[in-house]
Nanobody, 114 residues
Framework: QVHLVESGGGLVQPGGSLRLSCAASGYSFANFGMSWYRQAPGKERELVVDVTRFGTGTNYANSVMRRFAISRDDAKNIVYLQMHELKPEDTAVYYC???????WGQGTQVTVSS
């Protein structure tokens, strides 16, 4: 059974930083790409960033370019999203997904507010 659990969200001031984690189990983690999505109230869910299997390539949304960084630890079956220079418009529920398997985590709330 494929299972994903996000953590690390919380309340942060504009300009601050957070690191989100997604712990995966139930499949061959290193053989699949991973993605982070986010959904703000009243808005469509949007892609934040992809990382390919084995971490050989990444693709970032323009809105987070140079501020967010995805990484993966295939030995621990964890993918991270390091977020810097956070803005109020980054406020959303953040989800990780194994898109090829159609599996999503429960999400973790990020709130950026002064």
């Amino acid at each position: 059974q494929v299972h994903l659990v996000e953590s690390g969200g919380g309340l942060v001031q504009p300009g601050g930083s957070l690191r989100l984690s997604c712990a995966a189990s139930g499949y061959s983690f290193a053989n699949f790409g991973m993605s982070w999505y986010r959904q703000a109230p009243g808005k469509e869910r949007e892609l934040v960033v992809d990382v390919t299997r084995f971490g050989t390539g990444t693709n970032y949304a323009n809105s987070v370019m140079r501020r967010f960084a995805i990484s993966r630890d295939d030995a621990k079956n964890i993918v991270y999203l390091q977020m810097h220079e956070l803005k109020p418009e980054d406020t959303a529920v953040y989800y990780c997904t194994v898109r090829e398997l159609g599996v999503w985590g429960q999400g973790t709330q990020v709130t950026v507010s002064s």
